[in-house]
């Protein structure tokens, strides 16, 4: 990647920070880090670019691949004087995250990254806004977006996605922080080439538990179409998404309550956290 291209990356993410509105410039941010080159290189560049951020990993005690992201994380953070903040899922929930994995699976069919990311997501929500953050970030990529955007119109519902977006969807309340994904409308493969030359500590193997079929069956699929594609995916993804907003806007699924159990914004009585640990043992 010559010097152009990384300035092409910056612009771009520049670009969509601006056009989506994402930030203003006294924000306080929360980057949602995980020790992989996505979030490692929006938490790069958002410090490059000026903003007030810190970062927030969550332990998921996930054996040698957990240590290598929190070494990483740490690294990180020490070069580029960010603020780190560690939250334990461990000492909070009281066990690893395979372990409330294997309790839920016991008795609902629920795949290992939804489960994953419904915890993250609650985790993040809360402790953002503990930190009395103004948005979240994360490091979702063109590739994740276009992969999940295909995945919903193949289940048929295309409703899946109704908060997707360079910033989430249609929640707007005074316990929810909003989320923020800046590399959007970025590849993979030149955040990859970014964070290699720019020599950042990533760890780039996958989490060993990422292991949806129906996500790696996709991925190959949307590989063989290209960049072009995955962007045209996403653009008019927006555009349907855009459209099913404004016409669910005074629906029930738009109004946000609190969770009976926990008291985080939910879409219905229970969040889905909540659900996900009914009964649990
Ligand atoms: P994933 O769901 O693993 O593809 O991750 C999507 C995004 O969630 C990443 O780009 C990060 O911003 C965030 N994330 C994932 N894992 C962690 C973690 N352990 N701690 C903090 N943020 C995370
Ligand atoms: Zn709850």
Redesign the pocket.
């Known amino acids: 990647m010559t010097k152009m291209n990384l300035n092409n990356l910056e612009n771009r993410v520049r670009k969509t920070i601006a056009k989506y509105r994402l930030l203003k410039k006294n924000d306080k941010v929360i980057?949602?880090?995980?020790?992989?080159k996505?979030?490692t290189l929006?938490a790069f560049l958002l410090k490059k670019f000026g903003y007030r951020i810190s970062a927030?990993?969550?332990?998921?005690h996930l054996g040698p691949y957990t240590k290598r992201?929190m070494d990483a994380v740490k690294k990180f953070c020490s070069e580029n004087r960010v603020p780190l903040h560690i939250?334990d899922i461990r000492k909070n929930f009281g066990c690893s995250i395979c372990y409330l994995r294997a309790g839920i699976q016991s008795r609902l069919k629920v795949k290992n990254?939804a489960i994953?990311?419904v915890i993250?997501k609650w985790i993040?929500n809360r402790r953002a806004r503990e930190l009395k953050a103004d948005k979240i970030?994360?490091?979702?990529n063109l590739d994740?977006e276009s992969q999940t955007a295909l995945m919903n119109l193949f289940k048929g519902n295309v409703l899946l996605g109704i908060t997707t977006g360079p910033v989430s969807g249609i929640i707007q309340d005074k316990k929810f922080v909003p989320r923020i994904k800046p590399l959007f409308f970025i590849p993979e493969e030149e955040i990859k080439q970014y964070a290699r030359k720019m020599n950042l500590p990533v760890v780039y193997e996958k989490?060993p538990c990422?292991l949806d079929s129906y996500r790696i069956k996709t991925r190959e699929f949307v590989n063989l179409l290209g960049n072009k594609d995955k962007l045209r995916i996403v653009k008019n993804n927006l555009k349907i998404i855009e459209r099913l907003r404004e016409k669910i806007k005074n629906d029930k699924v738009s109004k946000i309550a609190y969770c009976k159990i926990c008291e985080e914004p939910a879409r219905g009585e229970i969040c889905k956290r909540c659900s996900l640990l009914k009964n649990f043992s």
């Not at 980057?31 to 992989?36: P, T």
């Not at 927030?56 to 998921?60: D, G, R, S, T």
């Not at 970030?137 to 979702?140: E, I, L, P």
């Open positions: 980057v949602a880090i995980s020790g992989g996505d979030s929006i927030l990993h969550i332990n998921l992201c939250y990254c994953c990311g993250k993040l970030v994360t490091g979702h994740d989490c990422a």
